[in-house]
């Protein structure tokens, strides 16, 4: 079965610094990656994918991740932080189950960025 | 507006009473999931519907029973409730059977006094 590790649970950094969230998977089969991110009290919502393709995917809000399929790794990251990107974020692994081709994720257990002034 | 609506948001309970939580999507998705997700924001997958077909059942009590009414509809039942069942959960529904990513719903808090 997929794991995902995040290797931090909490990435302190100040506003306008870059940061990098770092996401690994278990699987060298291909696969789908994901980062989600939950706003305080609020339900997640998907930032970004890699299905397939360009292994540099964008985010309309600056985020981008890259997914290195030798190193088994779907980083984060972000040139220039705002206040605003405080939040969990979520890496996720889509695995393909059984015969019937459905996927289930698999979530890492989270990074909380939080953002200072 | 196009979207996985959970009710209710918040739930208060106490131990041993029985609860339900609602869920519906308006996506035109063919599969509907349950997560719980635990007071150290850990996320896993309890339940899957398929077009109201069971597809995923993971190592979850008995005391939970979903139930799917139709293909945008998944209920969660939850019997006999504990403390440890206190947690958020997480209705989220998807399309071409999960290969592109799930929309989660906002989440309901379940509290068990």
């Known amino acids: 079965a997929q794991s995902v590790t995040q290797l931090d649970s909490q990435v302190p950094v100040f506003e306008e610094a870059p940061v990098e969230l770092r996401c690994n998977y278990s699987?060298?089969?291909?696969?789908?990656l994901f980062w989600y991110v939950q706003y305080p009290n609020q339900g997640l919502q998907l930032l970004l994918k890699y299905l397939s393709g360009s292994t540099l995917v964008k985010s309309i809000n600056g985020f981008e991740a890259e997914f290195n399929k030798s190193q088994t790794s779907f980083h984060l990251r972000k040139p220039s932080v705002h206040i605003s990107d405080t939040a969990e974020y979520f890496c996720?692994?889509?695995?393909?189950?059984?015969?019937?081709?459905?996927?289930?994720?698999?979530f890492g257990a989270g990074t909380r960025l939080a953002v200072h002034p | 507006d196009t979207a996985v609506s959970q009710t209710p948001k918040y739930l208060v309970t106490q131990m041993g009473n029985d609860k339900s939580i609602k869920c519906e999507q308006n996506?035109?998705?063919?599969?509907m999931y349950w997560y719980k997700q635990d007071s150290k924001k850990f996320l896993k997958i309890m339940f899957s519907y398929n077009n109201k077909e069971l597809i995923i059942n993971e190592t979850v009590p008995n005391r939970f029973s979903p139930k799917s009414p139709d293909k945008a509809h998944l209920n969660l039942h939850i019997n006999s409730l504990e403390l440890g069942d206190s947690a958020v959960y997480f209705c989220?529904?998807?399309?071409?059977?999960?290969?592109?990513?799930?929309?989660f719903g906002s989440g309901t808090r379940l509290t068990v006094v």
């Open positions: 996720a692994v889509s695995d393909s189950m059984f015969s019937g081709g459905y996927n289930k994720l698999i």
């Open positions: 996506l035109g998705h063919d599969t």
């Open positions: 989220a529904s998807s399309q071409e059977r999960g290969r592109y990513g799930y929309t």
């Open positions: 699987s060298s089969v291909s696969v789908y």
